[in-house]
C-alpha cells in the first residue's frame, strides 16, 4: 500500500496556492491530510480537494507536528515568521516564496538538478526558483551537450499574475475603466498598466537592478552550476494576466551548430518545441501546459556564436505549483 503523506499549504487562496491544491488532486499525490493555511482575513473559506470542501485555517497557531511536508506560497515574510517552527517539528520544506537562501534551500527544478538532492540531509529544505528561471533553466539545460553557455541575456515579460491575485485584479479593474472612459488611477502598479508595459517590474537598487532582476541571474547560475556565468536581466511587466514570455540570446563557447540544436528541442520531452514560421505565445499555447514552449531558434546575424529564442510558460502553473510539487514527488519517492 502507497504511503500517505500530511501536507500543509501556507498561502493556500492565493493563485499559487490555489493551483498547488488542484495539481496536487490532478497528479494523484499521496495525499494523508490536507491542511490549506492562509491569513487570518482568509480562514473560513473554503477548497475544493478530491470532491470535497477544505475549510481554510489561520496560520497562525498550526501545529506543523501534525505534517511531514510544508508549501510555504506565501509572501517571504509568512515563510520568514514560520520556517523554524516547522523545521523544529521535522517537517520537509518547499519554499516558493524566495525568503531561504540557497546555502539553506537549494534552488531546484527536476528537469534540471534533481541530483542537488543526493547531498542533503532530513529534514529536507528546498527552493522552487522564480518562475522566469524555471522555464529557462529547462530549456538550457536541454541544450547543455549542444551549446556551452559563455554569456546569457534575458528579457522576461512577466504576466500581471506574478504580483499575486491582486495584480490581475488591478489589470482587469484598469482595462475596464479605460474601455468605459472613465478616469484611471492607478493602484497595485505606479503607472497605468492596461494596454501598456511597464520597465521594471519592483525597485531598482542604487544600479538600477531589481530584486527579480538579479534573482533571476543568480538562480540560473545555481540550477545550470556556471557561477561564473555573466547573465544581464531585463524583467518587464506585461498586461496580461497569466504566463511569462522570455527573450533569452546566449553566446556560446564556439559556432552554434543549428542543425544539432532544432533537433535535439524537438526530441526533448522536457519542452514543445514549435517549428520555424510560427511561433509559441502565453495565450494560444502556454497557459495551463505543464512544459514550456520554445521558438524563434535563430543564430546571430553577425556572430556564429549567437543562439536567440523565445521562450513562453505558464507562470503560476508550471513556473511555480507545479515545479514545487515535482520536487515534493522526487522526495517521497527517493528520500523519504
Excluded at 477544505?54 to 509568512?78: I, K, M, T, W
Excluded at 554569456?151 to 475596464?176: F, H, K, P, W
Aim: proline share 6%.
Amino acid at each position: 500500500m502507497t504511503p500517505r503523506f500530511d501536507l500543509a499549504i501556507i498561502g493556500a487562496t492565493g493563485s499559487v496556492g490555489e493551483t498547488l491544491v488542484q495539481v496536487l488532486d490532478e497528479r494523484e499525490f499521496p495525499v494523508g491530510e490536507l491542511h490549506v493555511l492562509a491569513g487570518a482575513e482568509s480562514a473560513g473559506r473554503t477548497l475544493s480537494f478530491k470532491e470535497r470542501n477544505l475549510r481554510v485555517a489561520a496560520v497562525e497557531g498550526f501545529d506543523f507536528s501534525r505534517v511531514r511536508l510544508v508549501f510555504f506560497a506565501a509572501h517571504p515574510s509568512v515563510t520568514l515568521a514560520h520556517i523554524d517552527k516547522a523545521l523544529a517539528a521535522g517537517c520537509q520544506v518547499i519554499d516558493l516564496s524566495g525568503a531561504l537562501p540557497s546555502t539553506q534551500a537549494p534552488r531546484v527544478v527536476p528537469e534540471v538538478n534533481a541530483s542537488v538532492l543526493d547531498g542533503l540531509v532530513a529534514p529536507y529544505q528546498l527552493s522552487s526558483p522564480c518562475a522566469p528561471a524555471v522555464a529557462v533553466a529547462i530549456v538550457l539545460a536541454a541544450l547543455r551537450e549542444q551549446v556551452e553557455v559563455r554569456r546569457l541575456t534575458v528579457t522576461a515579460c512577466l504576466a500581471v499574475s506574478s504580483r499575486g491575485r491582486e495584480g490581475v485584479a488591478e489589470l482587469a479593474r484598469q482595462t475596464a475603466e479605460l474601455l468605459n472612459g472613465r478616469p484611471l488611477e492607478p493602484r497595485l502598479f505606479e503607472q497605468q498598466m492596461a494596454f501598456n508595459l511597464l520597465a521594471q517590474v519592483d525597485a531598482p537598487d542604487e544600479q538600477g537592478h531589481g530584486v527579480l532582476e538579479r534573482r533571476v541571474g543568480e538562480e540560473l547560475k545555481q540550477l545550470l552550476a556556471l557561477p561564473d556565468l555573466p547573465v544581464s536581466t531585463t524583467c518587464l511587466q506585461a498586461p496580461v494576466f497569466f504566463g511569462d514570455s522570455i527573450s533569452v540570446s546566449l553566446q556560446a563557447a564556439g559556432p552554434v551548430n543549428m542543425e544539432a540544436v532544432l533537433a535535439h528541442l524537438a526530441s526533448s520531452t522536457v519542452l514543445e518545441y514549435v517549428e520555424p514560421k510560427d511561433f509559441p505565445t502565453v495565450v494560444g499555447d502556454a497557459v495551463g501546459q505543464d512544459v514550456p514552449y520554445v521558438g524563434r531558434v535563430r543564430g546571430g546575424i553577425d556572430d556564429p556564436t549567437e543562439l536567440n529564442l523565445w521562450i513562453t510558460s505558464d507562470n503560476v502553473r508550471k513556473g511555480a505549483a507545479l515545479n514545487a510539487v515535482q520536487l515534493a514527488e522526487l522526495l517521497i519517492k527517493h528520500y523519504l
